[in-house]
């Protein structure tokens, strides 16, 4: 069973922003692994051990998807018919006490919760699939049922002046056995040592950088240890440039091949040529066949 830190109704924002420094959460899981498009394991450390209680991930986007929970539970509730409440509880794991849970909804008459998601019109190809849910979400949902020892968990999402969906993740031991591990790796050798997570290449860590270290004006070190990397960066620099050459001559032969029509396709790809009105030019676009 999983244990109750702390009841959440009411309780003033800053209060909640400090006990989720207690652990890791549902929403941290995926920047943790690696796979959250927009944070970084990097953006996760600085918020655990920071005396700072704003959110550094926090915008328009993420208010509109607080202010939009209850109707995202409301069509969930209309569509499937299960009945959902609120725990008003932050939950943390019976064995594992780095792993905490803020959970959205549960799910009345079945050990099952209820994750509330909103996104763009922009993003509404990503939801369209029943067969897929995003990888970082699927970490959430995982877990959420690690630490409240859930069967599975819905998934519901609002997506803005688009559509509506949701699904059924059912609990995977062998994911979250491993998930127990990355993040018990990252609880215990990172945050609570106070050491940097190592780079990912992604935005948010390189984001997360700049704000980290700001800049000493005028100041300068030795370059010590880096050469055999600068000379491997010089070469991928060489070699992406060739690439970026190359992919854009086969895009060339394509609208080659076009000429004056818009679509061509085959059992593999669907490649488009079309005019946009917005902006009075041609634009190219290759996809995969659905």
Not at 32 to 49: L, M
Not at 50 to 75: F, I, T, V, W
Not at 255 to 277: D, G, H, I, Q
Request: charged share 30%; with cysteine; glycine share 6%.
């Amino acid at each position: 069973m999983p244990l109750k830190i702390a009841a959440t109704k009411n309780m003033p924002r800053e209060q909640w922003l400090q006990l989720r420094k207690q652990g890791i959460g549902g929403s941290d899981a995926g920047a943790v692994c690696g796979v959250n498009p927009y944070r970084s394991a990097f953006n996760v450390y600085h918020d655990k051990i920071s005396e700072e209680l704003s959110e550094a991930a926090d915008n328009e986007r993420m208010r509109q998807g607080r202010d939009l929970e209850d109707y995202c539970a409301r069509r969930f509730s209309e569509a499937t018919g299960l009945k959902v409440c609120r725990t008003n509880y932050l939950y943390r794991h019976e064995t594992y006490d780095f792993m905490i849970a803020d959970l959205d909804r549960v799910i009345v008459g079945e050990n099952a919760g209820l994750e509330c998601k909103t996104a763009s019109a922009w993003s509404a190809d990503k939801w369209k699939r029943v067969d897929t849910v995003p990888e970082t979400y699927l970490l959430q949902c995982q877990h959420y049922m690690a630490v409240m020892g859930y069967d599975s968990m819905y998934l519901a999402c609002v997506v803005l002046g688009a559509d509506f969906t949701y699904f059924r993740i059912d609990r995977n031991e062998e994911l979250i056995a491993n998930l127990i591990k990355v993040e018990q790796d990252f609880w215990e050798n990172y945050v609570l040592k106070k050491v940097i997570p190592d780079p990912d290449g992604s935005k948010a860590y390189d984001d997360m950088l700049s704000e980290y270290f700001p800049a000493r004006k005028n100041s300068s070190i030795p370059l010590v240890g880096f050469d055999e990397a600068l000379d491997r960066r010089k070469e991928l620099g060489q070699l992406i440039s060739k690439m970026e050459t190359e992919k854009k001559q086969i895009d060339q032969r394509l609208k080659l091949y076009l000429s004056e029509n818009e679509v061509a396709e085959s059992s593999k790809y669907r490649v488009t040529w079309k005019l946009s009105e917005a902006t009075g030019t041609r634009r190219f676009t290759v996809k995969e066949a659905a």
